[in-house]
């Protein structure tokens, strides 16, 4: 389902016309005022009323020039008009604009009746709390309130009718409950009404029917039941009706005959029945028509067609049968268009090719028939076909990827027969291929053309049960980038080819069961760390497990049953919750699991030689080995603090073991890739230690931190010791991985995996480089550090906190993948401890509750999170980070003058998801830590694909010019 942010998109615009005509509104108000004789309220005493409520809220610098010596007209987000009273007119309160200021606190508190000239509140993503106060509706002048996306709760209160001049009112995105109040129906100078995402239950009321002014009405996502009203019909001119995510049913009512200025219908999720009326095809101005996931019987009406204007149609999850009708190929400005599930059949009809615009078509889980057209060539915007789970057959057309846009091509359970086309080489966007479950047969060279290694953007593909022999092509361990790969239930024969190790970033599935493999299982699977479902069973292999198996540490299962191996299976975490089913029916398998035999000896590594050995530990986060490890370094520290030893270069030998690249590694192999430690391998260095690249034996590339050589200071000795518990703990894709480490007096050193472009600082200070890191880079460095900032804080347990979330700590690759590395003053959140700690961090990355309380809470690391956006917003540390919480009435042009000027400008697209990222920070920048965001939205909120006001309230225009022209 779209996310229901999206959803009020076309209502921003609206709003902003009203935001842009307010000074008329004051002064129209201002003037009623008068006539309507509001007494001898002063500008002293209103000036009284808003620093009462003031000093209720909590520290706000938006709040910061709210000071009894000044006019409340010189106020930050306070305005005034002069208002008429007998024959003077003297100044007023009349707006009070304060969105995303950081309030926090009770709107209650706020004397409305000192306040009667007031015309337009705008308090909108706050963190107002409590319940909506009726007095608010003594405020007869106000024409716009926004309270939305605040913690408010309780009901609406039925005094809100009163408010006769309210022209826009939005409530979203609180916890709002109860019916709507009937007595809103009074309001009929109401343009836009906007109350979804609350918790509101019961009917519409019907009274709504007497707001004929209504513009937009929005009472999505929330609790509604019963039927549409049939009155909604007299809503004329309504350009936007949204009542998606309620439990709302019965039929679609005949009266939407009559919204001819409609162009926005989203009634989706709900239980409506009935046909998709015919009557639909007269709203010919509709521009988006959703109705997905209801129990909508029959045909599609054929005169669906006439809606000439439709550029999105999801008619997805009902009960559609029939055919598709030819005439929807006359929507020719159609980009996404959704049929799937459903139990529509025949023919995909060859008008099909008109839509030369649409960009996704999504047919999947139907009962279509036959062949693709040949006209799909014409639909070269194409980025996203899904036609799964039908009963399709022929070939793939062979131009099907012409444009070159093709993003994710899914064709799956269907009666395919191939060969898979080879213009696919041409699809050097595609991220998403599926073809299982089809009936293609013969040796996959045909089918697999080698220039699917070169699709650097795959990530996932699966080519399963199908009837496919040969030799699995060895080009696939080029698509570097895959999450996901399936090529099992075929024929497929000879060896599992070695290059498979090279994706490393595979972390879903790799399944190649029911194949008829043979030969040893390549050592270079061990390199696939993140992997989480490993499936090899059902095959002819023989030899062993390879060792290096067991840094294989996100692995949840590992099926090697039905094959030849023997000998002992991987030790580990994976055994804790192993099922002996995954390692049956083999030649001789053996190890500690319950059901299979015990090895006849268990090779053992002696960690310790001698009084005169080093330190030495073995980076392998898994359950009880940690601990034992990591106990075992602290012991022997203290140990030789004690008893000063001394070494020689033969007493390093194997001192350093890592599992990593199914070997040993050993402390002189760091040494002689770096010389000794030499000056000339140096790539970085900082207070705590000194960074080295070194280039071990094997060709692989590493990082090794050295610490300073220092005696007394302990501080050094606990980052160090902190940063090895901590990496122990984790595994994340965007989290630098910890090969190793070593302590030892002369020498304490860790091994991490090499990040090749260096730190996010480095980059954007340099001008070139700045110019490479365009805005959409830029978007996805945000989302891979928001999104390793959500593992640390909401999925391990107990929660870490980085404690120095910096641009100089944000590593990029060579895609520049974002890799958060330095946990040096990482903190484990204990629930059972005050987790107080000495201040820690980096200058002018430090939550400000820092220099006057010693807990540390995960705000801290979002406040660094908020100011590394806007430095990669900016392409600069945001020194003015002071002002941006009170940009008022500036914010749009404070935005466009902000941003790195070095790329190139970016497109209107770019430009609302560049406003999206500025709102993320300054919500994260927030001066109370309450008010701040939990990572977990903020990563929710970045995921999501359009970012128009994942953030920002409905009623809040975009920081960023409006985006009118909006993409699908």
């Given at each position: 389902?779209?996310?229901?942010?999206?959803?009020?998109?076309?209502?921003?615009?609206?709003?902003?016309?009203?935001?842009?005509?307010q000074?008329?509104?004051?002064?129209?108000?201002?003037?009623a005022?008068?006539?309507?004789?509001?007494?001898?309220m002063?500008l002293?005493?209103?000036?009284?009323?808003?620093?009462?409520?003031?000093?209720?809220?909590g520290?706000?610098?938006?709040?910061?020039?709210w000071?009894?010596?000044?006019?409340?007209?010189n106020?930050?987000?306070?305005?005034?008009?002069?208002?008429?009273?007998?024959?003077?007119?003297?100044?007023?309160?009349?707006s009070?604009?304060?969105?995303?200021a950081?309030?926090?606190g009770?709107?209650?508190?706020?004397?409305?009746?000192?306040?009667?000239?007031?015309?337009?509140?705008?308090?909108?993503?706050?963190?107002?709390?409590?319940?909506?106060?009726?007095?608010?509706?003594?405020?007869?002048?106000?024409?716009?309130?926004?309270?939305?996306?605040?913690?408010?709760?309780?009901?609406?209160?039925?005094?809100?009718?009163?408010?006769?001049?309210l022209?826009?009112?939005?409530?979203?995105?609180?916890?709002?409950?109860?019916?709507?109040?009937?007595?809103?129906g009074?309001?009929?100078?109401?343009?836009?009404?906007?109350?979804?995402?609350?918790?509101?239950?019961?009917?519409?009321?019907?009274?709504?029917?007497?707001?004929?002014?209504?513009?937009?009405?929005?009472?999505g996502?929330?609790?509604?039941s019963?039927?549409?009203?049939d009155?909604?019909?007299?809503?004329?001119?309504?350009?936007?009706?949204?009542?998606?995510?309620?439990?709302?049913?019965?039929?679609?009512?005949p009266?939407?005959?009559?919204?001819?200025?409609?162009?926005?219908?989203?009634?989706?999720?709900?239980?409506?029945?009935?046909?998709?009326?015919?009557?639909?095809?007269?709203?010919?101005?509709?521009?988006?028509?959703?109705?997905?996931?209801?129990?909508?019987?029959?045909?599609?009406?054929?005169?669906?067609?006439?809606?000439?204007?439709?550029?999105?149609l999801?008619?997805?999850?009902?009960?559609?049968?029939?055919?598709?009708?030819?005439?929807?190929?006359?929507?020719?400005?159609?980009?996404?268009?959704?049929?799937?599930?459903?139990?529509?059949?025949?023919?995909?009809?060859?008008?099909?090719?008109?839509?030369?615009?649409?960009?996704?078509?999504?047919?999947?889980?139907?009962?279509?028939?036959?062949?693709?057209?040949?006209?799909?060539a014409?639909?070269?915007?194409?980025?996203?076909?899904?036609?799964?789970?039908?009963?399709?057959?022929g070939?793939?057309?062979?131009?099907?990827?012409?444009?070159?846009?093709?993003?994710?091509?899914?064709?799956?359970?269907?009666?395919?027969?191939?060969?898979?086309?080879?213009?696919?080489?041409?699809?050097?966007?595609?991220k998403?291929?599926?073809?299982a479950?089809?009936?293609?047969?013969?040796?996959?060279?045909?089918?697999?053309?080698?220039?699917?290694?070169?699709?650097?953007?795959?990530?996932?593909?699966?080519?399963?049960?199908?009837?496919?022999?040969?030799?699995?092509?060895?080009e696939?361990?080029?698509?570097?980038?895959?999450?996901?790969?399936?090529?099992?239930?075929?024929?497929?024969?000879?060896?599992?080819?070695?290059?498979?190790?090279?994706?490393?970033?595979?972390?879903?599935?790799?399944?190649?069961s029911?194949?008829?493999?043979?030969?040893?299982?390549?050592?270079?699977?061990?390199?696939?760390?993140?992997?989480?479902?490993?499936?090899?069973?059902?095959?002819?292999?023989?030899?062993?497990?390879?060792?290096s198996?067991?840094?294989?540490?996100?692995?949840?299962?590992?099926?090697?049953?039905?094959n030849?191996?023997?000998?002992?299976?991987?030790?580990?975490?994976?055994?804790?919750?192993?099922?002996?089913?995954?390692?049956?029916?083999?030649?001789?398998?053996?190890?500690?699991?319950s059901?299979?035999p015990?090895?006849?000896?268990?090779?053992?590594?002696?960690?310790?030689?001698g009084?005169?050995?080093?330190?030495?530990a073995?980076?392998?986060?898994?359950?009880i080995?940690?601990?034992?490890?990591?106990?075992?370094?602290?012991?022997?520290?203290?140990?030789?603090?004690?008893?000063?030893?001394?070494?020689?270069?033969?007493?390093?030998k194997?001192?350093?073991?890592?599992?990593?690249?199914?070997?040993?590694?050993?402390?002189?192999?760091?040494?002689?890739?770096?010389?000794?430690?030499?000056?000339?391998?140096?790539?970085?260095?900082?207070?705590?230690?000194?960074?080295?690249?070194?280039?071990?034996?094997?060709?692989?590339?590493?990082?090794?931190k050295?610490l300073?050589?220092?005696?007394?200071?302990?501080?050094?000795?606990?980052?160090?010791?902190?940063?090895?518990?901590?990496?122990?703990?984790?595994?994340?894709?965007?989290?630098?991985?910890?090969?190793?480490?070593?302590?030892?007096?002369?020498?304490?050193?860790?091994?991490?995996?090499?990040?090749?472009?260096?730190?996010?600082?480095?980059?954007?200070?340099?001008?070139?480089?700045?110019?490479?890191?365009?805005?959409?880079?830029?978007?996805?460095?945000?989302?891979?550090?928001?999104?390793?900032?959500?593992?640390?804080?909401?999925?391990?347990?107990?929660?870490?906190?980085?404690?120095?979330?910096?641009?100089?700590?944000?590593?990029?690759?060579?895609?520049?993948?974002?890799?958060?590395?330095?946990?040096?003053?990482?903190?484990?959140?204990?629930?059972?401890?005050?987790?107080?700690?000495?201040?820690?961090?980096?200058?002018?990355?430090?939550?400000?509750?820092?220099?006057?309380?010693s807990?540390?809470?995960?705000?801290?690391?979002?406040?660094?999170?908020?100011?590394?956006?806007?430095?990669?917003?900016m392409?600069?540390?945001?020194?003015?980070?002071?002002?941006?919480?009170?940009?008022?009435?500036?914010?749009?042009?404070?935005?466009?003058?902000?941003?790195?000027?070095?790329?190139?400008?970016?497109?209107?697209?770019?430009?609302?998801?560049?406003?999206?990222?500025?709102?993320?920070?300054?919500?994260?920048?927030?001066?109370?830590?309450?008010?701040?965001?939990?990572?977990?939205?903020?990563?929710?909120?970045?995921?999501?694909?359009?970012?128009?006001?994942?953030?920002?309230t409905?009623?809040?225009?975009?920081?960023?010019?409006?985006?009118?022209?909006?993409?699908?």
């Open positions: 389902m779209a996310t229901l942010h999206a959803k009020v998109e076309p209502i921003l615009v609206l709003a902003l016309f009203l935001v842009l005509f000074p008329c509104l004051h002064f129209l108000h201002a003037d005022a008068g006539r309507h004789g509001h007494g001898g002063s002293r005493a209103q000036q009284a009323a808003l620093l009462h409520w003031k000093s209720t809220l520290s706000s610098p938006a709040l910061d020039s000071q009894r010596q000044t006019s409340p007209c106020w930050t987000g306070v305005a005034c008009d002069a208002v008429r009273r007998g024959h003077r007119t003297p100044l007023a309160v009349t009070i604009s304060l969105p995303n950081g309030i926090h009770r709107l209650g508190e706020l004397n409305f009746s000192a306040l009667p000239f007031l015309s337009n509140i705008d308090l909108g993503y706050n963190s107002l709390q409590g319940e909506i106060p009726p007095a608010i509706a003594s405020l007869h002048e106000l024409s716009y309130l926004d309270l939305g996306r605040n913690w408010l709760h309780g009901q609406i209160p039925s005094e809100m009718g009163n408010m006769g001049h022209i826009a009112l939005g409530l979203a995105f609180n916890n709002l409950t109860g019916c709507i109040p009937a007595s809103l009074n309001l009929t100078m109401l343009a836009v009404l906007i109350l979804h995402q609350n918790m509101l239950t019961g009917p519409i009321p019907e009274e709504l029917a007497k707001l004929t002014a209504l513009e937009a009405l929005d009472l996502s929330s609790l509604l019963g039927q549409i009203p009155s909604l019909g007299n809503l004329t001119k309504l350009s936007i009706l949204f009542l998606y995510s309620n439990q709302l049913s019965g039929p679609i009512p009266s939407l005959v009559n919204l001819r200025n409609l162009q926005e219908l989203e009634l989706d999720d709900n239980h409506l029945s009935g046909g998709i009326p015919i009557f639909l095809a007269n709203l010919t101005e509709l521009s988006k028509l959703v109705l997905y996931e209801n129990q909508l019987t029959g045909p599609i009406p054929p005169s669906l067609g006439d809606l000439t204007r439709l550029n999105y999801d008619l997805s999850q009902n009960q559609l049968a029939g055919s598709i009708p030819s005439e929807i190929g006359n929507l020719v400005d159609i980009k996404i268009l959704r049929l799937s599930v459903n139990m529509i059949s025949g023919s995909i009809p060859a008008t099909f090719a008109n839509l030369t615009v649409m960009r996704k078509l999504s047919l999947f889980d139907n009962m279509l028939s036959g062949p693709l057209p040949r006209e799909f014409n639909l070269t915007r194409l980025v996203e076909l899904t036609l799964v789970n039908n009963s399709l057959s070939e793939l057309p062979s131009d099907v990827c012409k444009g070159g846009n093709l993003k994710v091509l899914n064709v799956g359970v269907n009666m395919f027969t191939g060969p898979i086309p080879r213009s696919l080489k041409t699809c050097r966007s595609l998403s291929f599926g073809l479950s089809n009936q293609i047969t013969g040796d996959i060279s045909r089918h697999i053309p080698p220039e699917l290694g070169r699709m650097r953007n795959l990530q996932y593909l699966d080519i399963s049960i199908n009837n496919l022999s040969g030799l699995i092509p060895q696939l361990g080029s698509c570097t980038k895959l999450l996901s790969l399936k090529i099992n239930h075929n024929s497929l024969s000879g060896d599992l080819p070695m290059t498979i190790g090279n994706l490393e970033r595979l972390q879903i599935v790799l399944d190649v029911s194949n008829k493999l043979t030969g040893g299982l390549p050592a270079q699977l061990g390199n696939l760390a993140i992997l989480e479902f490993f499936n090899l069973s059902h095959n002819q292999f023989n030899g062993s497990i390879p060792t198996f067991a840094s294989m540490v996100s692995l949840s299962t590992l099926d090697v049953s039905y030849n191996l023997e000998g002992p299976i991987p030790t580990g975490r994976l055994l804790q919750n192993a099922s002996i089913g995954w390692f049956l029916h083999n030649k001789g398998l053996c190890g500690n699991l059901g299979l015990i090895c006849p000896s268990t090779p053992t590594t002696n960690h310790y030689k009084k005169n050995s080093l330190v030495l073995i980076s392998i986060p898994v359950g080995v940690i601990i034992i490890i990591a106990t075992s370094v602290v012991i022997m520290i203290i140990h030789k603090k004690k008893r000063p030893q001394k070494t020689t270069a033969t007493d390093r194997d001192v350093l073991s890592v599992w990593n690249f199914d070997g040993k590694l050993a402390f002189e192999d760091i040494t002689r890739a770096t010389e000794n430690f030499s000056d000339r391998y140096i790539i970085g260095s900082g207070g705590y230690g000194t960074v080295y690249k070194a280039q071990l034996q094997g060709g692989r590339l590493v990082a090794v050295k300073h050589p220092t005696e007394e200071d302990m501080n050094d000795e606990k980052r160090f010791l902190s940063e090895i518990e901590v990496l122990m703990k984790i595994r994340h894709r965007s989290i630098v991985k910890l090969y190793g480490f070593c302590s030892h007096p002369m020498y304490k050193f860790l091994v991490y995996d090499y990040i090749d472009r260096g730190n996010l600082h480095a980059t954007l200070e340099n001008e070139e480089l700045a110019k490479d890191l365009d805005w959409q880079k830029r978007a996805t460095i945000t989302r891979d550090v928001a999104q390793a900032m959500y593992y640390l804080h909401n999925e391990c347990n107990p929660p870490i906190i980085h404690r120095d979330i910096t641009s100089n700590n944000i590593l990029l690759d060579t895609d520049f993948k974002a890799y958060i590395s330095d946990f040096g003053t990482a903190r484990v959140i204990k629930p059972d401890s005050s987790n107080w700690s000495e201040l820690a961090g980096t200058y002018g990355y430090i939550a400000p509750e820092l220099s006057y309380t807990v540390i809470t995960t705000k801290c690391d979002v406040y660094s999170f908020g100011v590394v956006v806007l430095e990669i917003v392409g600069r540390y945001p020194r003015e980070l002071q002002s941006f919480a009170s940009l008022g009435e500036n914010h749009e042009l404070a935005i466009e003058d902000m941003l790195d000027q070095r790329p190139s400008s970016p497109t209107m697209v770019e430009k609302k998801e560049i406003s999206q990222l500025v709102e993320v920070a300054l919500a994260c920048l927030q001066t109370s830590p309450q008010s701040r965001p939990e990572m977990q939205d903020v990563y929710q909120k970045l995921i999501r694909r359009r970012p128009s006001n994942s953030i920002a409905p009623f809040h225009a975009y920081a960023l010019e409006e985006i009118t022209d909006k993409e699908v």
